[in-house]
């Protein structure tokens, strides 16, 4: 018989990876919004008075990245200097780059007998 210990991290509100994760979907909603055909790998990290936000984006919307990074940061009530992290002064890295050839060839429809899309470098592993 076999013993397996599955475990899960679970944060709670207010911490830098639930943070990270709003500020990721706001960008991808953004891009959505402007582009329905945008494709975007974009990651972020929150530390002490820090925002990077990174990855691959291949879009025809034009999205104010630090304006959505400001105003997530700002909705979540982030105003105070004093407990570490203010959207109005916050540092905020922008690093995007456009989705690599290898990524898109996966991922854009073919034609011909091989129509169907990949999934890039996206997957679940369990």
Known sequence: MSHYLFTSESVSEGHPDKVADQISDAILDAMLAGDKNSRVACETLVTTGQVVVAGEITSKAYVDIQRVVRDVIKDIGYDNPEIGFDYRS????????????????????????????GAGDQGMMF
């Open 90 to 117: 916050c540092g905020i890295s922008v690093m995007l780059d456009l989705q690599s050839a290898d990524i898109s060839q996966g991922v854009t429809e073919s034609e011909g007998l091989h129509t169907e899309m």
